[in-house]
């Protein structure tokens, strides 16, 4: 069996900072922020809430509040920008459809996010994460007929199922990985193809470096027909070397979409909730 390719990155001529994977709409900015941001982002985090020695991670919402029983953002939540997010927005690559939903993650060593495809239908197609604090490799894995089963799988209550802590506000427990409407990946949703019947499929995944201080934007199609995902480990190796993975942070930037503007119309039916949301209410209607 011939070996997998991992996609390589094109490097800007103009800018050596910015690597793209063109034909997956994935663009990887390094040093977006600098070493004083940095320090004022985890400041200012730590100052709304100081507690770091827990295993949960930890969660702030700003603009729009990410709302996770409808997985798009609340009509009646809202938490102005601190200064530091706001300084952020004139340097996004796309100015002409800026975010207005903010989810700010903290991710104790060792910590992860299982794979997931974020929710199509309630926010544009622009997705932004700023890291920060420890570099880790984030997996993209091309989405295929498993993904698709789990999108039809009767989901958990987001309110009874595992939980997160928030620091905004109420700090009351939300649970979510980034935003996600996929199934998560426990261990019984991952093990479950082999009960099932339905085989693992041997898609195209790989890795890609999130350096700390940097900006990744999906588009097209990793956006929309991939998942991506951090494993929970202790180390990473980068650059051949065994790294510790220390704490790590986040910021989640998407743009909200209201009214007659919810819905999608991507070339990836199998995982867009829009298409499932459509088929299902099909089959409910053909059944009464």
């Not at 490097?11 to 390094?30: F, S, V, Y």
């Not at 197609?125 to 091309?142: I, N, Q, R």
């Not at 494993?231 to 909200?256: A, H, L």
Request: net charge neutral; glycine share 6%.
């Amino acid at each position: 069996m011939a070996a997998k390719q991992t996609p390589a990155p094109v490097t800007d001529r103009a800018n050596p900072k910015i690597q793209r994977w063109e034909d997956l709409g994935l663009t990887l900015i390094h040093h977006f922020l600098s070493e004083s941001e940095e320090a004022t982002m985890v400041a200012a985090f730590h100052a709304a809430d100081p507690r770091t020695g827990g295993k949960k991670r930890l969660s702030q919402h700003f603009g729009y509040h990410f709302d996770y029983t409808t997985f798009g953002a609340s009509d009646t939540h809202f938490t102005p920008l601190p200064a530091y997010i706001a300084a952020l927005l004139p340097r996004l690559p796309i100015q002409t459809n800026l975010p207005d939903q903010f989810t700010v993650q903290y991710y104790p060593p060792g910590s992860g996010i299982p794979p997931h495809v974020d929710t199509h239908s309630m926010f544009d197609e622009e997705l932004y994460s700023v890291s920060f604090g420890s570099s880790v490799p984030m997996v993209f894995k091309k989405c295929g007929s498993n993904d698709a089963r789990k999108m039809r799988l009767p989901k958990r209550s987001l309110l009874s199922s595992e939980t997160e802590i928030t620091a905004c506000q109420t700090h009351t427990p939300v649970p979510g990985a980034n935003g996600s409407p996929m199934a998560s990946p426990s261990t019984e949703s991952t093990n479950q193809s082999s009960q099932d019947g339905a085989p693992e499929e041997d898609l195209s995944s790989w890795e890609v470096l999130l350096p700390s201080r940097s900006l990744l934007l999906m588009t097209g199609p990793s956006r929309y027909g991939y998942t991506h995902g951090i494993k929970s480990r202790r180390t990473d190796v980068i650059d051949g070397q065994t790294v510790q993975r220390e704490g790590r942070y986040s910021i989640t930037m998407r743009t909200t979409r209201r009214g007659d503007k919810i819905g999608c119309n991507c070339s990836y039916p199998g995982v867009c909730d829009a298409r499932v949301r459509e088929e299902l209410e099909r089959d409910a209607a053909r059944s009464q």
